[in-house]
């Protein structure tokens, strides 16, 4: 036991971690070459067969020449199969005879682990995959071998209850996957099963759908009224389809008396004697097979409807999955105990109005979000991998959720979800979808154009300011477009997030399971509505009538451009200063906001800002007036693309025309300020100020942050737009990045966002703000406000592990804390890494810690004194309507000790015509009280 441990504690938590490093696109193709060789191999990934002795030695596969030492026989890896293992994808591995150092594979993260996740799913999913071929030579794999050692490994791997705890899922989702003798799962071989059939019968797609989203016994009855009728060519697969199915209900009907509320309870026991001491390895292998029984129990008792007669019987039955679901790791105990307070308090009640219904009902319905993230974050970065050599892999992270306890407990939410659309008066209507299950309004708007999909945050396709996108999380480049349809959940205070606010465009989270509906109308114009009070409305634009049509046309669903302000604009002063020498009365005048909020705040907090130097406006009007020996300068060519813009924008020019025509425009600007030669007058000002300011050049960190005059304004934010570099180290270094700075408001997805909001965009001047790196242990950004109502009194924060975690999008811990002190979680973090500040300059990335706590109570003390200090400190900034706007706040932890990097007001799009069109849109049903002890009401 001692020596497993030991083991364990060094090679699973102190051992280096890193991402798997990015494949070129030369090693991408070579992986793919290599895979199509296996795939063409009637031997798959393997060569010949041979005794691997337990003296090292390796010897020919006749009769048993090891001797009395023993040794193990299979197949080795194939060429392919070993470059491909060079590449970090692991298709020809055994678990006999594997080390376990090997089998945690903690320098990769426990990549090898998601690998045995993964390759099961492939097996099942694509009936053996590379494998099915191998499966009748004898030699290839001896079952024995492998489930002796699966035993041994996961044994060994159970036994650190700590590295258990913080990997919970994934150690459970191993468990499942690696062979140890202990059965299948029979609905995994459902799942499999139907699927590689619909794939190669597509009449038999809708049905698949229902078996893979809503099972249930009538399903069998289903398939045997489609064999009859098509008379399927592949009888044989569709037979044991049918087998399986009448089996799995068959159980259903088995386990009828299984108890929820007790079997939920008795799995949360078992997750705990999993995650404590106590147990022997053995044991620990015994009850997390005794679990996933359990599980695999309540899944076949959740196929059968609900007999829950009221509301109050549903939300019981709702908290014992919501128990079964933390059980088997979708949830964290954290997660749990959230969503129970949120039950008690509801079930508390006799009635309530249906707001507050129907944001309890959203809340727990949340909880399939936390869900998605948790298994994203456990198997995304290897499915996301590996799909690189095989498409297939993208369905992992859907299929383990699906045939989970997930699955039951969303049936019930979505019926919940339905009755309190009712009693508020929604209404969505996203297509021909009857389930209103992962709806959720972000920011009102109204949007007509063409409807498409970006595959993955990855995907690097061409944007189209006149279409509607879907996406699949928020992220981090932006650029300006029609309406935002964002895929399970988004971060409510990322840049992108901010930036669509703050231009009116409509943003809404659908689930993933409309992803199919969604890319059949692809490249169709579409309807688009988010209101103000959270109806959501997606339809094809064709099936308005033309009275509807007409309505939508003249409402005008663009906002005004306002001009830009430099009448106070100071170019001419270029003096360097200290951060401190910076007021808000700067701001727009010698320096941008950033730089002026944060000299107010370093005067005001000197303790929580670090040293800072301003590089003003003045600096780069001197450079970018300079002109070159053809007598041309920046300033000139700046003038010449807005002047070319505006002309293309007023005489109706399509968008992808005036993107053709700016493209290479603002790619010749940003050439010439990259490569132009700084004064030498600058060059020996800002190396001093340097030295002074942080010390001798290579002992410090600095991020190089632009702050043009062109963002944080009461109409528009800006939020991300333009060019941060972090952690530069070097004064030479330094200098280069002050021109890629000056140059970043001229990329195509800054100036595009700029142009749909301001007008005068050719008087446009980044001043810079070099702020020495602060290693923070965590970093987020708070809203004093609260996102969703926009109630001052309360706080939004949003926060990870790492230096940057949250501005570039991802799942960090959302905490909304009211002026009365209550915390309220909104999710957990996520990130499966985080950002760390190296010497040299630049970041590495490592695990984050598996906590399910980021910010600790002192830390949130911290952060709400800030936030009456902020209040109490700073005039606060108001809309053109005269309404006071919130602050949005980055900040850092180093050390438990507060760190502030940005404050700017929070601007959020608001047009009294759009909004009234809106409002029509909306149900004119009286929200009503909701009685708990009655029944779910029929539509």
């Known amino acids: 036991m001692k020596r497993w441990f ?31 060789s296996i795939r063409g191999n009637w031997l798959g990934p393997y060569s010949g067969i041979a005794w691997y002795c337990a003296d090292g030695r390796k010897l020919p596969p006749k009769g048993a020449p090891c001797g009395p030492m023993g040794g193990i026989q299979h197949a080795e890896p194939s060429p392919a199969a070993q470059r491909l293992a060079a590449l970090n994808f692991d298709v020809a591995e055994f678990v006999a005879g594997m080390k376990f150092d090997t089998f945690l594979d903690a320098p990769r993260n426990h990549h090898r682990l998601r690998e045995f996740i993964l390759r099961d799913y492939l097996n099942s999913r694509a009936q053996g995959w590379i494998y099915a071929k191998t499966y009748s030579r004898r030699g290839v794999v001896q079952a024995e071998d492998e489930e002796s050692d699966g035993r041994k490994l996961l044994a060994e791997m159970l036994s650190n209850h700590a590295w258990v705890r913080a990997h919970y899922l994934l150690a459970l989702q191993v468990v499942a996957a690696v062979p140890h003798g202990a059965q299948t799962s029979r609905v995994k071989e459902i799942r499999a099963l139907s699927a590689s059939l619909a794939d190669a019968l597509p009449a038999f797609q809708p049905l698949r759908g229902k078996i893979h989203s809503r099972p249930e016994r009538a399903d069998a009855a289903a398939v045997e009224a489609f064999i009859a009728r098509i008379k399927p060519a592949d009888a044989a697969g569709f037979a044991r389809l049918l087998s399986l199915m009448k089996a799995e209900y068959g159980a259903a009907e088995t386990g009828a008396a299984f108890h929820l509320n007790a079997q939920a309870e008795r799995g949360l026991s078992l997750r705990k004697q999993l995650t404590t001491a106590g147990l022997t390895p053995p044991q620990r292998l015994k009850a997390a097979d ?19 007669s009221t509301r109050r019987a549903r939300l019981e039955e709702v908290h014992a999955y919501l128990k079964l679901a933390a059980a088997a790791g979708w949830h964290s105990q954290r997660q749990l105990e959230a969503l129970e307070t949120e039950l008690r308090k509801g079930l508390a009640q006799q009635e309530l109005d249906a707001s507050s219904y129907e944001q309890l009902i959203s809340y727990l319905e949340g909880g399939l979000e936390w869900a998605r993230a948790t298994v994203e974050m456990t198997v995304g970065e290897t499915q996301s991998y590996f799909s690189t050599i095989e498409p297939l ?143 959501v409305v997606l339809r ?211 100036w595009a966002w700029r142009s749909e909001a301001l007008e005068s965009s050719d008087r446009v001047y980044p001043s810079v703000v070099l702020l020495r790196t602060v290693p923070s242990d965590k970093s987020g950004v708070m809203a004093t406000a609260n996102l969703s109502t926009l109630d001052l009194n309360d706080l939004t924060v949003n926060v990870n592990e790492g230096v940057a975690a949250v501005v570039d999008g991802g ?56 936030s009456t200090d902020v209040k109490a400190k700073l005039k606060s900034a108001r809309d053109d309507r005269g309404e006071e706007l919130p602050w949005d706040i980055e900040f850092g932890f180093e050390k438990g000790e507060l760190r502030l990097f940005q404050i700017r007001p929070l601007v959020r799009y608001r047009e009294a015509q759009t909004l009234e069109a809106l409002a029509s849109l909306e149900s004119k049903v009286t929200p009503r009280k909701v009685q708990l002890d009655r029944p779910l009401e029929d539509r």
């Open 6 to 36: 030991t083991m364990l504690a060094a090679a699973g938590l102190l051992s280096a971690q890193a991402p798997l490093p990015e494949l070129s696109a030369a090693q991408k193709a070579e992986a793919r070459r290599q895979m199509e």
């Open 290 to 308: 005794d679990l996933l029984k359990l599980l695999e129990l309540a899944f076949h008792n959740g196929s059968q409807p609900s007999k829950a």
């Open 393 to 535: 892999s993208a369905g992992l992270s859907d299929d383990l959720l699906r045939r989970s306890i997930l699955l039951p407990l969303a049936g019930r939410l979505e019926l919940l979800t339905q009755d309190a659309d009712l009693a508020a008066g929604h209404n969505h209507r996203l297509l021909d979808s009857p389930s209103r299950r992962g709806i959720r309004a972000l920011n009102p708007g109204v949007a007509i154009g063409k409807l498409e999909i970006i595959e993955s945050a990855q995907n690097h396709q061409e944007i189209e300011p006149d279409t509607i996108y879907v996406i699949p999380a928020t992220v981090a480049d932006l650029k300006p477009m029609r309406g935002i349809l964002t895929l399970d959940s988004g971060n409510a205070l990322s840049h992108a997030q901010l930036l669509a606010a703050n231009l009116g465009i409509p943003n809404a989270t659908v689930p993933s399971s409309l992803l199919p509906a969604l890319k059949a109308l692809r490249g169709q114009e579409i309807f688009y509505a988010v209101t103000p009070r959270g109806t």
């Open 540 to 750: 094809p634009w064709a099936i308005l009538t033309p009275s509807e049509q007409e309505t939508w046309r003249k409402t005008k669903v663009e906002r005004q451009r306002v001009k830009l302000d430099t009448s106070k604009t100071n170019v001419k002063d270029r003096r360097l200063r200290l951060l401190e020498e910076t007021s808000m009365a700067d701001s727009g005048v010698l320096c941008g906001p950033k730089a002026a909020n944060l000299g107010q705040l370093k005067r005001l907090f000197p303790n929580y800002v670090a040293p800072g130097i301003v590089v003003p406006f003045g600096v780069y009007y001197a450079h970018a007036e300079r002109k070159n020996a053809g007598g041309i300068s920046v300033a000139g060519l700046v003038s010449a693309a807005y002047q070319e813009s505006e002309r293309l924008r007023t005489s109706g020019a399509s968008p992808d025309a005036v993107r053709t025509a700016l493209r290479p425009r603002l790619e010749e600007i940003r050439k010439s300020i990259r490569s132009m030669t700084l004064e030498p007058w600058l060059v020996q000002e800002l190396t001093s100020k340097l030295s002074a300011t942080f010390g001798a050049g290579g002992t410090y960190g600095v991020f190089v942050r632009s702050d043009t005059n062109a963002e944080d304004l009461p109409q528009f934010t800006g939020a991300g737009l333009n060019l941060t570099v972090p952690n530069v180290v070097g004064e030479a270094r330094i200098l280069q990045a002050l021109k890629d700075v000056w140059a970043s408001p001229f990329e195509e997805r800054a």
């Open 811 to 866: 799942v960090s811990e959302s905490l909304l804390i009211t002026a009365s002190g209550e915390i309220r979680l909104l999710a957990q973090a996520r990130a499966a890494y985080r950002k760390v500040p190296q010497p040299k300059g630049g970041f590495t990335f490592l695990p984050t810690s598996g906590s399910d706590f980021v910010l600790s109570q002192n830390e949130i003390q911290q952060l709400r004194a800030l």
